[in-house]
C-alpha cells in the first residue's frame, strides 16, 4: 500500500500523459503550449526524481473492492489508514488531514473518515484497491445543482456549463470533468468523482446516449476558451465523464466534479497468496 502510493503521488497514469501530451502538440497558442510544456516537463522531472508531481498531495481516498474470502478482510481497514500514516513520512507525502473544527491538522493524513475508504464487498477471494490523492484545488470547485425535472438533459447541459464558467483557472485546467445524473444527492456526487478520479481518458461510454453527451459537453467546453490554466487556448477539459442512477420523480440531481491536470491514481490488486501488482 505503501508502494502505490508512492507511485500514484509521483507519476501520471500513461492515459492522462498522452492526453496532455496529444493537447500539448495540437494546441496552436502560445502561452497555452507553454503551460503545457511546463506541466510535462514537471510529470518528467517528479517521475525522474521520485518526487511528488504536485505540492497538493491531495486527501486521500480509497476505493476497495474486497472478496469476502479475502484472508485479511476484518483487517484492511486498519492496514489502509496505516499505509497513509507510514506513506505520509516515506514518500514524503504533505499532511493534509485537518479537523474542520479546530483547525488542527493530525499530522500523518489520517483522522476522523480519513483517509475515506469506499468499501465494497465482492464475491471471491481477492483484493482491488484504487488509491486516489485527489487535490483540494480541484474539490472547492465542486457542483451540485437540481435542475427542474423537466428541463432534462438540457438542464443537466446547462449546469454543467455553468459550473465550468464558475470555477475558469480555479481546477487548474485542463481538466477531467465528472457528471453524475440523478439517484439521490449524495449518489450522484459519488457517481461524478468516481467518473472524474476512475475512469480513464479515452475510454468510451458503453450507452450511446451518454457517450453522445460526452462528446457534446467535451466540445462545449472547449470552445469556451478558459484554456490550460485559465489563460486561453484550445484546452480546458482533456475529458467529461458521465454516469447516471434512476431518480425520484420529483428531483433531478446533477453533480460536478472537477480532477486538475494532475490526475493521480494507481491500482492494487492483491492475490490471497500475497502476490500482487500495481498499475496506473
Known sequence: MVEGLYRAVTSLPPD????????????????????????LDNIEIAKRTGKPICQDTGLIMYYVRVGAKFPLLEEVTDILIEAARKATCETPIRPNSVNPLTGENSGDNTGRYTPYIYLEIVNGDKLQIDIVPKGGGSKAVTVLEMPPPSRGLAGVKEAVIDAVL???????????????????????????????????IGSKNPDPLLAKLEEELYSAINELGIGVMGMG?????????????????????????FQCWAARRASIFIEPNGHYKIIQ
Open 16 to 39: 492522462v500523459v498522452d492526453s496532455l501530451r496529444k493537447a500539448y502538440e495540437a494546441e496552436e497558442y502560445g502561452v497555452a503550449k507553454a503551460q503545457l510544456k511546463a506541466i
Open 166 to 200: 464558475a470555477a475558469r483557472a480555479k481546477p487548474c485546467p485542463p481538466t477531467i470533468v465528472g457528471v453524475g445524473i440523478g439517484g439521490a444527492t449524495d449518489i450522484a456526487v459519488t457517481l461524478a468523482k468516481k467518473q472524474a478520479v476512475l475512469r480513464r
Open 233 to 257: 487556448g484550445r484546452y480546458t477539459v482533456l475529458a467529461v465523464h458521465v454516469d447516471y442512477a434512476y431518480r425520484h420523480p420529483a428531483t433531478y440531481p446533477v453533480a460536478v466534479v
